[in-house]
């Protein structure tokens, strides 16, 4: 069994190390791209938490009392 657990090892060392060409070319502006992406989306979804977090809240709180059993106030 140790030698079975020693070859699977050795193969699967031989393959992380092992050098192959990475057919791959990132753009140099990839990141830029990125960033107007997800920079408004960022906006969007934490603008949208500052405008309804009260309400939110509220709801959740009503919520939780709910569950908790308690009358709400």
């Not at 069994?1 to 090892?9: G, N």
């Amino acid at each position: 069994m140790l030698s079975s657990v020693r070859f699977a090892l050795s193969v699967l060392l031989v393959l992380l190390l092992s050098m192959s060409p990475a057919y791959a070319y990132i753009d140099p502006n990839a990141g830029g791209l990125l960033f107007q992406l997800l920079a408004p989306l960022f906006a969007a979804v934490l603008g949208g938490w500052l405008f309804l977090r009260r309400w939110i809240s509220d709801l959740a709180r009503r919520l939780w009392r709910r569950v908790l059993g308690r009358p709400e106030e």
